[in-house]
Nanobody, 124 residues
Framework: QVQLVESGGGSVQAGGSLRLSCAAS????????MGWFRQAPGKEREGVAT????????YADSVKGRFTISRDNAAKNTLYLQMNSLNPDDTAMYYC?????????????????WGQGTQVTVSS
């Protein structure tokens, strides 16, 4: 049974940094995309960043240059999101997700496994 567990969220002031981690248990296949998504109150879930098995990444325009996604396949598919220069618009619940099939990485509907989320709050 696949389980994704996020950690690293918290409260920071604008301009600060956080590093999110996602520990994947029961998910040993490194061939598929993993990604970070977020959802703010009253808003739809949106993609933040994705990474495929070859390390190719995509980012939402709003986080380009500030966030970095990485993946440690040797460490049982541990996923990270380094977030720098945070601003209040980044406040949301952040979710880790993983696919179980080949194909493109973009699109929340393509992901089969989801974590419970970790809250990120950025104050001005």
């Amino acid at each position: 049974q696949v389980q994704l567990v996020e950690s690293g969220g918290g409260s920071v002031q604008a301009g600060g940094s956080l590093r999110l981690s996602c520990a994947a248990s029961g998910y040993t296949d490194s061939r598929y995309c993993m990604g970070w998504f977020r959802q703010a109150p009253g808003k739809e879930r949106e993609g933040v960043a994705t990474i495929d098995s070859d390390g190719r990444t995509t980012y939402a325009d709003s986080v380009k240059g500030r966030f970095t996604i990485s993946r440690d396949n040797a460490a049982k598919n541990t996923l990270y999101l380094q977030m720098n220069s945070l601003n209040p618009d980044d406040t949301a619940m952040y979710y880790c997700a993983a696919k179980s099939r080949r194909g493109r990485c973009l699109g929340a509907s393509l992901y089969d496994y989801w974590g419970q989320g970790t809250q990120v709050t950025v104050s001005s």
